[in-house]
């Protein structure tokens, strides 16, 4: 779930973003693609084209929903968006490994998937 | 009873879930709690079915806002059934009927169950959690 708990702050540019203590944003309004580079950098993560659209994907889910997607409804809305082949939750791993609905909300700068262990 | 319940075209529904949905949003947070549950169910692959009974039905009506103080509203979540693969939306005649709605003032398509057809509905799945 999101908390509004100020952990720390990651410096992105000329700003501070307060991250959670599980290092999810704890304003969503602070969100830019440079902040999500800088998220990603933190894990070693690079962000490819793919990762991008991913990325969009999430954010118009939770823009529609009000809620960050689960991995199965995750896989659903990236097969509708991007095509059945990239709607498989394979990709999805390849592109955020460990866990792709915790890991890619994260970088969209939505709160924690709720239904996600 | 049964056979002529199949024999008049009335698809039997079965799954491993049906949840109750007796309250309507708003007021309390019995219809959220329900949907979550749905929501955790469904995305550990189970299959789920709504019984939308009572006020539970209100949740259903289109043009539904957010709270007088923001709370998010519950009709995000309905939208989002779909994407879970809860496609089993299930609205008891009686509930609707008696609040003067008919399907037609609902956000998405449901099937309409007669009372007597509800026992079976119950029968028909592992576990009922009533909200």
């Known amino acids: 779930m999101a908390s509004s708990e100020i952990y720390r702050y990651l410096p992105v540019l000329d700003q501070e973003v307060a991250l959670d203590p599980e290092g999810f944003l704890v304003d969503m309004a602070d969100w830019s693609p440079a902040v999500a580079e800088a998220l990603a950098a933190e894990e070693g993560r690079i962000l490819t084209a793919e990762h991008w659209e991913v990325i969009q994907v999430l954010r118009d889910f939770y823009e529609r929903y009000e809620v960050a997607p689960a991995m199965r409804p995750l896989v659903k809305a990236v097969g509708l968006a991007l095509g059945a082949e990239k709607g498989k939750s394979l990709h999805l791993m390849r592109l955020f490994p460990d866990s792709p609905a915790k890991v890619g909300a994260r970088l969209a700068g939505l709160p924690k998937p709720a239904n996600c262990l | ?120 509905l119950l029968d028909q799945h592992r576990l009922v959690l009533n909200f």
Not at chain 2, 35 to 52: E, I, K, M, N, P
Not at chain 2, 82 to 96: C, K, N, P, R
């Open chain 2, 1 to 120: 009873m049964n056979e002529t319940e199949i024999a008049t075209g009335e698809r039997v529904t079965e799954g491993d879930l049906l949840v109750i949905l007796r309250h309507s949003p708003h007021g309390s947070s019995w219809l959220r709690e329900g949907l979550d549950t749905a929501l955790v169910a469904a995305a550990f692959g189970q299959r789920v079915s709504l019984l939308f009974s009572g006020d539970g039905v209100l949740a259903l009506l289109d043009g539904q806002q957010a709270g007088a103080l923001g709370q998010k509203g519950t009709h995000g979540v309905i939208d989002m059934l779909a994407m879970y693969d809860i496609e089993t939306l299930l609205v008891d005649a009686h509930a609707l009927i008696s609040r003067g709605l008919s399907t037609e003032d609902l956000l998405l398509p449901v099937s309409v169950v007669e009372g007597a057809a509800l026992p079976k």
